[in-house]
């Protein structure tokens, strides 16, 4: 298995422009997860998927944030319009979620986001 | 307000060296504990996880020790090598309106000098 694939690795952009970042995860995986790490706040936790339905979105940012997940195989992460601030490793992990509670995550490799 | 704090910060030791990183949780209602490792550029890698009933759980050279009732957690790393260093994060999961929500620490960075 190829693990979970992110694209694109590096991001450069300039404020007020749309960044879209993707993840295709684990196949045969249920949950999907989107986080955001940065040397001040460590790992934040955006939103999270499970059979493709946003369960929890509590730490989306702001409105400029919005996820899809049209489905099983693929996941979006816009950032519309960016603001220097939104600069960081944006991770997705994946995980196979059973009745005892979400399974052993596994992370992708992330992209690095910079708005100038 | 949940939280998970991690000490110390950062940590060298000497190659060989055993090492122990801390973990004290406020989560609750608790689910399970985890950590991980990060390599510099790269995502977090699972190294153990423990569940309420486990007070020990091994990995190689990684053993997670859990105290449920104080909420404390630590990692003991043995014989350490050029290879361990990383971060190293603690991650809590309670539930909380029906699903698992995820608390994580801000890690600890470790080196390991030759």
């Not at chain 2, 060298?12 to 090492?19: D, P, Q, T």
Request: glycine share 8%.
């Amino acid at each position: 298995d190829a693990g979970v694939i992110q694209s694109p690795r590096h991001e450069v952009t300039e404020m007020g422009q749309e960044v879209t970042l993707r993840c295709k995860p684990i196949s045969g995986h249920n949950s999907l997860f989107w986080y955001r790490q940065t040397m001040m706040r460590g790992l934040e936790l955006l939103i999270y998927f499970n059979n493709n339905v946003p369960i929890d979105d509590s730490g989306m940012p702001e409105d400029r944030f919005s996820a899809k997940m049209p489905n099983a195989s693929f996941s979006t992460l816009k950032i519309q319009p960016s603001e220097p601030r939104d600069s960081a490793v944006y991770f997705c992990a994946s995980s196979l979620s059973l009745a005892g509670g979400p399974g052993e995550q596994f992370f992708g490799p992330g992209t690095r986001l910079t708005v100038l | 307000k949940n939280q998970v704090e991690q000490s110390p910060q950062s940590l060298i030791i000497l190659e060989g060296k055993n090492c122990t990183l801390q973990c004290n949780y406020t989560v609750s209602p608790f689910s399970n504990l985890r950590w991980y490792k990060q390599d510099t550029g790269r995502g977090p890698v699972s190294l153990t996880i423990m569940t309420f009933s486990e007070n020990t759980k091994s990995n190689g050279r990684y053993t997670a020790t859990l105290d449920a009732d104080t909420k404390q957690s630590s990692l003991h790393i043995t014989a350490s090598q050029l290879s361990d260093s990383a971060s190293y994060i603690c991650v809590v999961l309670n539930l909380s309106g029906g699903y698992q929500k995820v608390t994580f620490g801000t890690g600890t960075k470790l080196q390991v000098i030759p």
